[in-house]
Each structure stands twice: as structure tokens, then as C-alpha cells.
């Protein structure tokens, strides 16, 4: 008994030193985590993220004829007022899928910077102040919007009639007649266009509105399946994570330094969490207005519109039940903190999507984490932040991290 | 005699045991419809020490009035996803409570912050089980869940802490 008590003493001994031996020789010093870290270190990483949850809303969303056609939609210029402008205008796949401007260009200018569609399948909300709840929703904002595509449903539904009768009908059935329509048409175009859309039978503005949804319907599709790869920052974990393998993918001491900051005293990780580095919600950090615009509410005027919106998940546009429709149901609807609150961004790619901000209020990652220490005031409602004090080493430490997290962006092949 | 008294209390037994069944039999769930209500707490930041929060997941409420169990799925609380509870409410002498009207908010003490969407009540289920959708959570760390209980003993509160890894 004694003896096997003995055995039992040595054998810890003897594994607690093999283990240590194991750590010296395989890990950086800087590369030791506690366990409550590593799990949050997991939490993070793209692995974590799986595939995107579904979207009932859409029953088209898997479909592979769907992700076809709305890929050739997506790079579409015909759907737009002046035939110059197509989501890749703004949306660019070279670019992040975004412009890398202040304000997104379309036939004007928005009021707002264009904000990626990478990984955005995992977001319950969209926009700057997710006035949309869905991918299909999102992507018919941008094209009734004046400043956009500038366009209007009947001349999209004329576009689809023309261009893609036969893949359309293939997925969602016959067309409706559209010859003796008005050529633009829509609730929310100009005067002209408005009257000519009232002037139409109930029957034919709910047979083009299909149409228009199923256009975002087939591009949204396409955006499902565009996603980030591992960034330096998942082989990190990866190798931290699996103690067989060694550690290759090495980050340097100051990018783990700024990964502890990141997870500490930065708080970046309050808001900027899981797999996509974002919670999806909506926060007032203190980012004023650009000179001369109007003043942005952000989500507090966001979350109106998606509960109104014809093409919300409760609509009779979406394809879900109402039970499916849980975070529209139970959405916040009101309060002091969603004046100015903005949807948080993932920081996936951050170092290639400059500017910063949702109206590209600041030009370098330098100058986010300069206004994230000093924590101004907001111009309106209350900011959630409070200095950080943290010294010039350590800001440059945390953009250091920034910039590990940059990896491939992954675009569905469309048959 | 005593094979006597034995047979007998089987006999009880077995018939009590029958009735119930039967009892449970015919009585499914009944849903109850509950009325909604909305509580909204300001989440001043607020520090509590750490070993001063008890969160043990069934309580008395802060009157006394109700014992109340909170029961995530599967007892453990995903993150940022949506999903429901199931509420445990009985009365003082362990009855359960079927009627009531139930309040519940949440947030984060320490960061200022509410959840980051409205849950509700939406069904009585049987047996003092009351379901709770809506339910989320941003992030790790201490939330507290913010429960108004008023049904037949009267109106009661409770705070529930949770620690989110």
C-alpha cells in the first residue's frame, strides 16, 4: 500500500518535469496561457466558427442554382439607375469586398462608410445600424436607395426578365408580364417613380416586389458562403491548442504581448468576440459625426426601421416561421444606449479595410486605438468607453495583434 | 394479521399509484397564456465582490414568497446564441405556482449593460414551469438576471447571478 503510494508520488514527479521539459522546449515563454485564457483564445479563433447558422428566412439560401445567379447579379451594372453601378461597385472582391473609401460611391454618394460582406452570414444584423435582418434584406437596401444603385423594382424585375428569364424561372417559377409596365417603378424611388408604382394594381406591385426579393434572395446566396480563412492568429491557437504539433506558427513577442492586451487591459474583447471578433451588436463608442453631416442616431433609428420593414423576418417576404424570427421578436427596442450605437465590426482583415469608422472617420488603425485610450465623450447618448491609459509601446503592441489576424477571404465557386 | 396489514397497504398502493397516473395521464400540459411584461433595469456599473454573489441556480425570492429554479438548456448557458429557459416557481409550502405574471431583464453589473436583447415569459407550461425566449449573451463574465415574480403569495423579486466562462 505504502510502496504503491510511493509509486504514485514518483509517477507525478516524474510527468510534472516531463511536462515542464515539454513546455521549455515547445513554447516561448510569452506563449504560456492560463486555461480560462486559452479557452477564450479558442473562442476566437475561425475554427470556433463552424458553418453559418441557417437563415429560414430564405429557402433558397443553400441552393446552388441560387448562389449562380446571384453571383452574376452581384457583379450586375444594369442594376442601376445609370447601368454603371453593381454591389461590386462598393463591394469589391479584391478589396475586402468593400470600397476602402470614407463614404460609399454609387450614382451619389451614401452617408456612410460601406461596410464589408465577408463572414457577415453569421450576423443576425445588418449595416452600420442593422436595419436589416437578413442577407436578402440587406442586399435590396443598397439598390432602391437613391444614392446606391438608384433604381426601382420594376426596372430590376425588367433586368431579371431580360437577362436571366431562364435561371430565374428555373428557381422561383414564371416571371410575371412586365411589358406593359411603367420602366421605373418603386415605393421608394423618386416622385415620378412613387406615383407610377401607386398607379399599379395590388396584384402586379406584389408580383415585381417578388421578383425584387428574389433577386436579394439569389445574391444573398452568393454572399452566404463568403467567409475569412486562418489568419496567422488561428495557427497560433491551433498550435497552442494541440500539444502534439509544435508551435509553428510563432506570433512575435509583441503581437502576444498585444494579444494580452487585446484580452486585458485593451478590453477589446468585450465587444469584439467569437470567431468573427465581433458580437454583432450595436455600441456607442464616442465616434462623432464627420464634419458637416448630419447627425447619425445610428441603431436607435436602425432598430425602427427592421421592426417597420417590409422585408424584416416577420414579413410575408421571409420564408421563416414567426418562431424562427427570435431576434427580431425579442429585439431592443428602445433605450438611452442605442443613441449613436453602431454595429461592432469584425477585426478580421482590419489591417487591409482602412478607413475606420461608420463614416470613415479615422484613416489608420494608429488613430482607432489613439481614440479607444483617450475615450471622448459622445456628441450624443452616452459612449460605453473609459480611458485606457495604455502607454505608446502598448498601442503599438495591440496594432501589432491587428495585423496577425489578417487571412485569405474565401469566395464560393459558383457552378 | 400482519400479512394482512401488508397485502392492504399493497393493495393502497397500487391503487393510489394507478389514480395517479391516470391523474398524470389525462392531465397534459396545460398553456397558459401569461401576460407580457417588460421590466427594464438601468445597469449602473456596480462592483460586488466576487464572494459575496451567490449563484446557486434555485433561490428563495428576496420576500420570501417564492422558490424559484432557473433551468438553461442542457444547464448550461450558450453564448451569443439565442435560446430559452425554463422557470421554476413554487410557493412557500413547495406548491407550485402556475399563475403569475413574470418580469425578467438582465445585465452586466460591472460593465454598465443590459442583455442584449428583451427576453419574455411567453408560455406557462405546468407544474410552476413557466418557458423564457429570448434569452442571450454577449460575453463572459458576471451577469446577473433580474426576475418580478406576482402571482397568488403576492409580488417578489430576485436577482440570479450566472458566471459565463
Known sequence: MRSGRMSAIVFAATAALVVTGFVRTTAHSSDVWSGEDLGTLRSLSIRAAGPPPPDPSNRFAEDPRAVALG???????????????ACATCHLPAREFQDGLPLGRGVGVTGRRTMTIVGTAYSPWFFWDGRMDSQWSQALGPLESAVEHGGTRTLYASVVAQG????????????PSLASLPRSAGPNGNAAERESWAALSDTIRDSVTRVFVNIGKSIAAFERGITYGPSRFDKYVATLTNATKPAAARLSSDEVAGLRLFLGRGQCIRCHTGP????NLFHNVGVADRVGANPDSGRATGVRQVIAGEF???????????SECGELTFVVKDGAELVQAFRTPSLRNIARRSPYGHAGQFATLARVLDHYNRAPSASAGHSELEPLHLTPTQLRQLEAFLRTLDGPVIVPAAR | MRSRSIASLATFATTSCVIALCIAATDAPRRVPVVPCTIQESWNREVVAENSRNYAPSRLTDGGKYRVTIRPPDDRVPMRTLHSWILHVEDMKGVAVDSATICIDGGMPEHGHGLPTRPAVTEALHNGDFRVDGMKFSMSGWWVVKLTIDGPPGPDSIRFNLKLP
Open chain 1, 276 to 279: 468573427m471578433l465581433t458580437d
Open chain 1, 312 to 322: 424584416n423576418c416577420l414579413g410575408r417576404f421571409s420564408d421563416a416561421k414567426k
Open chain 1, 164 to 175: 436571366y428569364r431562364r435561371e430565374y424561372e428555373q428557381l422561383f417559377g414564371a416571371l
Open chain 1, 71 to 85: 453571383k452574376r447579379l452581384f457583379f450586375d451594372t444594369r442594376l442601376s439607375s445609370n447601368g454603371k453601378v
